[in-house]
């Protein structure tokens, strides 16, 4: 399912092959593709030859200290390059304070990505929308250039499918999706270990968010919602200041619920709010309405306090969604 | 991955290709294996020609209605045939009522199964302990028949190596298992839908008990444990009358956590008990000499009440396996 035009396969591959020393960037507050994109790249380049730096701006959460090089990740762009790749980054905005326009400007840059929305910022773009991930792109590449793919680098790129994927659960999962993850674990990748390290594990905290989560929510008609205000997390003790502990995406997993929402008190008293719905349901439109963005299945936007005005808001669109699919 | 004599294959190919009308049985509470390589095998040999009763004691759970002929299994083996084949069935007895000896027993049975600890009881047996499922094992059988794999085949076989694997999160997925996905999913079965109407979707009921199970939940040292008590399912009106409602496989995804302990007061006053081991850990050592089984990552057992009395039964023993590992 590769589209880009063959000529900018061909053009990337050759800048790799010529190039000495690589900076590889991926985007800010790193996901699992961004890391293991980055550090199966890093590993492969490094088995033929090439000098490369690993970077991104924000440090990656531990949960992926188990691969390999995670913990060399440097938080600066610093150095003699003579190439950059941009991984899993949809413009030059996204790589953050690890681009330096004074140093990085006349570098050509080399662009890895599966995202519809990239500017195609790079001097050679290699950009597949029908991939289920950047790593499955860097995979093709590896393929492509005949590069060997040990445990380490099989284990980096089965990250960014298992967690771009969910473990294969949503809409970009393809056949070649499973072909790369099988091929992947030919070679030595741990798809169970990866799955759970990558996707599965969480802390105990979390999990008494998610219960409390649960037991507040509301079923109106179709539309499952809940709060956590900042004093829950209080109340709890609960350590992490962020995040609904995956509460939205188990309110849709309901038969009852066609649209689910999490409201969700930040720090400086706003509101962020996450959106899902079933298949045939379409919440991105309510999200971009409120200044936010994302997919039919699942958006959100962030919104003024208090709590109470941001629910009043929100909860009527979402029953006009309902009414109207 | 095939490991039976190849003459078993062909012996079982032989009987199938000769069979004018075929009882086909799947063992009782049926899961999605059961279901789906029931399904799977029925539509295919169908495809063939034959004449196919799909047949099981106990009628598939509603979740299942996706697929196509679930509602035309019957509960009854009566009619004349002259072959019988058991799917997913480890020994005659988890057949149930549907085996009747005295109109069955001068049939021949063909067994297709993948547990480890099948008897062989047919006068074929393809046992597969290394499939993840019984319907990789038939969509083995199919290849090798050379059947048309049409959409409804292909998602009848999806949703038991769905259901088997945890969607490719256990231990018995394998590269082949993932082969074997991408071969149905090209043949026009539907992933993303599968796994979210097999696996995915439950009752919002179910949810509100779990979040009510994750509050009660304590931790202690790296044991995390919760009661489900029957008053707790009767004060938040929760219509199903058995289960955890995956308490203990949550519990168990915490990083805090190497052994996780859930105890079900039944209606008849018994405690049922569901026990989860971080890979390390084995927990089913405790459950057999509790009269249960299962796996050192996975298993269970069931005591006598009250509550105070299997836990004070139960807990010492889980902390001992957490000491001794």
């Known amino acids: 399912m590769i589209v880009t035009d063959p000529r900018a396969w061909a053009d990337a591959e050759g800048y790799l092959r010529r190039a000495q020393a690589i900076l590889a960037i991926t985007h800010v507050s790193p996901d699992g593709d961004a890391i293991g994109s980055l ?3 890093t590993h492969a380049m490094r088995s033929l030859g090439k000098l490369v730096t690993p970077t991104c701006q924000d440090p ?8 390999k090089g995670v913990r060399d990740i440097r938080q600066s762009g610093e150095g003699e390059f003579d190439l950059i790749v941009s991984l899993d980054s949809s413009d030059l905005a996204r790589l953050g304070s690890i681009f330096i326009p004074a140093q990085h400007s006349r570098l050509p840059v080399v662009v890895f ?8 910022f790079g001097v050679v773009n ?7 991930s950047t790593s499955e792109i860097i995979y093709a590449l590896l393929q492509r250039m005949g590069v060997t793919i040990t445990p380490d680098i099989a284990n980096a790129l089965l990250t960014g499918v298992i967690t771009d994927t969910l473990a294969f659960r949503t ?4 056949p070649d999706t499973l072909a790369v993850a099988m091929a992947l674990m030919r070679s030595g990748g741990n798809l169970q270990e990866v799955t759970r390290q990558a996707l599965i594990m969480r802390s105990f905290d979390s999990l008494r968010l998610l219960g409390a989560g649960l037991m507040n929510a509301k079923l109106e008609g179709r539309l499952a919602y809940a709060t956590i205000p900042r004093k829950l997390r209080k109340e709890l003790d609960v350590k992490e200041e962020r995040g609904d502990a995956g509460l939205v995406s188990t309110l849709i ?3 009852e619920v066609d649209v689910a929402a999490v409201f969700v008190e930040l720090q400086n008293g ?3 709010i996450g959106l899902r719905a079933q298949p045939g349901f379409d919440v991105s439109q309510v999200a971009l309405e409120l200044g936010g963005g994302g997919h039919p299945a699942a958006a959100g936007c962030t919104l003024p306090g208090p709590m109470r ?17």
């Open 39 to 41: 550090l199966g790249f």
């Open 60 to 67: 990656p959460h531990p949960r992926f200290d188990y691969l």
């Open 113 to 120: 990505d599966h995202h519809i929305t990239n500017l195609n």
């Open 126 to 132: 290699v950009v597949e929308p029908g991939a289920s």
């Open 171 to 174: 809409s970009n999962t393809t």
């Open 253 to 255: 997993t309901a038969y």
């Open 270 to 272: 706003d509101i962020e």
């Open 309 to 325: 005005d941001a629910v009043n808001r929100v909860l009527p669109r979402l029953k006009q969604v309902i009414r109207e699919a």
